[in-house]
């Protein structure tokens, strides 16, 4: 009797995990079959590489190209923004802080991570969009680097929690062992400790990346949603998601603008599963 | 006694409420302006709820679809944003009906500046110019030394088609303008008002009902040599403001039954409130 049950749990667990792999693998067919449509009639070079989205003019033109760069440029400002910051608190409630501190910071993380996307971009859009405009004296302060501010916040939570796992987890007698040879602890943390914990780091960093590149309600709020290419980080940019969620509402299902929308889903998908990808990768060496 | 009479009264009153829907039955065809469909399919919503014996099929293809489909019998109201020729009504007396016309609602859109922006109106040449990039910078219209940062609409926003096809096309069908790629998109007229209200660089355009103090709503004029007209209610209704124009509705000769019901309707109060929650003008002012 006891085994039966035992044997019930394993597979229920077992359907659950195969359940989830289901789930992505049929994501992934539909994109590619409401996607796949799209590419009989624009070839993929011009869909790519193409300067214009003007996806319901006469004749309509379909190049995501400066939305496929608005998003990496906003992604990249954020990453850069919120890895630094975010090693830096990982670093200092795992090594430095006094445990009261710690809990403080860690409930304070937690709390942000909490924050819904659309008022942190409504936030942003009344706080930050003026201080940007007036801080860099540029026409506008609906800007990529905006978007990239306010992205960076939302992806510090992961980053920060991994991160600190990532340091905590390093066999307390590598610290031990700098600090015998008589290193400062400043030295033994940039010199040991990181080094130990990079993989757990660098993880921590794909994994926040990740979040920010699919983020949408916060960018499109923000970042201006002009279809240029973006040559500063003080200009207007239109994400790849931002421009899902703009134009889905009020496509005509069918015709190729939907299917364009959907071929747009596909090269999202594979960026994120990339990125994941990635981390995964370097969070199992973490662990090894 | 008196309670079981009340109960009595009220299922008598149901059932004949129910008999008085069950009088109209049938379907509407509705045939026409792409920029009406979705106000058409507001209102086929809720007077369906009404009228649940009734089905109406709102289908778009463009004014002139709706008229041939008047004319040619296909459908039992056209649904226009432009009146109809003489051409027209005369193949439709050969059919042997005279199409009557309805004012359903107005489209009237406010061209809309910082409060402190010196410049008090504009020609639909200098929106052109300016909503398609060749005028870059307020000086050139008379205003400061600033760069012109543009707010439009998202592409599918009705809004956004008419104001191409009005203000940057000018209402010919010679012109191929489209807007600059650096005009923001904004997921909504909201968000195009707070900008406005924050950047004295900003120009954008919406219904005329979010405006508000915190924006300027510029005067504007047809061309140089006609007077500049402020949007309100009044110029918008007897068509002086000229970027604005009637919503209109056409039947095969005078409508009866449950076409009549759905003119009705939408003439009713709550049928004007519809138009409203679609970002069009109601034809008699609501009571606020």
């Known amino acids: 009797m006891r085994r039966l049950k035992e044997f019930l749990i394993e597979k229920l667990i077992l359907l659950s995990g195969i359940t989830v792999i289901v789930f992505v693998v ?9 996607g796949v449509a799209f590419f009989k009639e624009v070839p993929l070079s011009d869909f790519l590489g193409g300067k214009y989205w003007y996806p319901i003019s006469e ?11 608005g998003s990496l440029l906003v992604t990249l400002g954020a990453t850069v923004f919120a890895v630094i910051t975010s090693i830096c608190a990982a670093f200092y409630i795992a090594e430095v802080a006094p445990p009261r501190v710690r809990d403080v910071l860690k409930t304070g993380i937690e709390i942000l991570a909490s924050i819904p996307s659309v008022v942190l971009g409504f936030v942003g859009m009344v706080t930050l969009v003026p201080w940007v405009k007036s801080a860099f004296h540029v026409p506008t302060g609906l800007t990529a680097l905006s978007g990239a501010i306010m992205l960076g916040f939302m992806a510090m939570p992961t980053i920060i929690s991994i991160s600190e796992d990532a340091l905590a987890a390093v066999p307390r007698h590598f610290k031990e062992g700098s600090i015998a040879l008589g290193a400062t602890r400043w030295q033994t943390m940039y010199r040991v400790t990181i080094h130990a914990a990079k993989p757990g780091i660098f993880a921590a960093s794909m994994l926040g990346i990740g979040r920010v590149i699919g983020e949408t309600m916060a960018v499109m709020m923000i970042t201006g949603n002009a279809a240029v290419i973006p ?13 899902i969620a703009a134009e889905m509402g009020e496509v005509v299902h069918g015709s190729t603008h939907y ?7 596909i090269i999202l998908f594979l960026m994120t599963f990339v990125v994941n990808v990635t981390a995964d990768y370097f969070l199992h060496r973490a662990r090894d | 006694m008196k309670r079981i ?13 129910v008999a008085a829907q069950g009088e109209l039955s049938g379907t509407i065809q509705i045939k026409g302006s792409d920029t009406m469909v979705n106000l058409g399919q507001a209102w086929a919503e809720a007077y369906s709820k009404a009228h649940p014996g009734v089905s109406v099929a709102v289908t778009g293809g463009g004014s002139g679809t709706g008229f041939s489909a008047l004319i040619g019998g296909t459908c039992d109201i056209a649904e226009t944003s432009r009146t109809i020729k003489e051409k027209e009504v005369a193949l439709a007396q050969q059919k042997g009906f005279t199409p009557v016309e309805f004012k359903v609602a107005m489209d009237g859109l406010a061209v809309v500046v ?13 929106l052109a110019d300016i909503f398609t990039g060749r005028i870059t910078n307020w000086r050139e219209v008379g205003g400061k030394d600033l760069p012109i940062v543009l707010l439009s609409r998202e592409i599918n926003s009705g809004t956004h088609i008419y104001f191409k096809e009005h203000v940057l096309r000018k209402g010919r069908s010679d012109i191929f303008d489209e807007f600059s790629p650096m005009a923001l998109l904004m997921p909504s007229s909201q968000a195009i008002a707070e900008e406005t209200a924050q950047n004295e660089n900003a120009i954008g355009y919406y219904g005329m009902g979010y405006v508000s103090p915190a924006q300027k709503a510029l005067a504007v004029a047809k061309d140089a040599e006609s007077d500049y007209v402020r949007p309100d209610v009044a110029d918008v209704v007897s068509g002086r403001y000229p970027i604005s124009r009637p919503l209109l509705m056409y039947t095969p000769g005078e409508p009866a039954g449950a ?10 109060p709550e049928g004007q409130r519809i138009v409203e929650k679609v970002d069009f003008v109601p034809i008699r002012p609501a009571a606020e």
Not at chain 1, 233 to 240: A, E, G, I, K, S
Not at chain 1, 259 to 265: P, T, V
Not at chain 2, 7 to 17: D, K, N, Q, R, T
Not at chain 2, 114 to 126: A, C, E, F, K
């Open chain 2, 5 to 17: 009479m009340t109960v009595c009264l009220f299922f008598l009153g149901l059932a004949g409420a």
């Open chain 2, 259 to 268: 076409v009549k019901a759905f003119l009705d309707f939408v003439l009713s």
């Open chain 1, 26 to 34: 049929l994501i992934f067919v539909f994109l590619l079959k409401e």
């Open chain 1, 259 to 265: 299917q364009s929308l959907f071929a747009i889903g």
């Open chain 2, 114 to 126: 910082h409060p402190d922006n010196p410049v008090d109106g504009l020609t639909i040449d200098q």
């Open chain 1, 59 to 69: 004749p309509p033109r379909f190049g995501i190209l400066p939305l496929i760069l």
């Open chain 1, 231 to 243: 040559r500063t980080f003080l200009m207007p940019v239109r994400t790849l998601t931002a421009t």
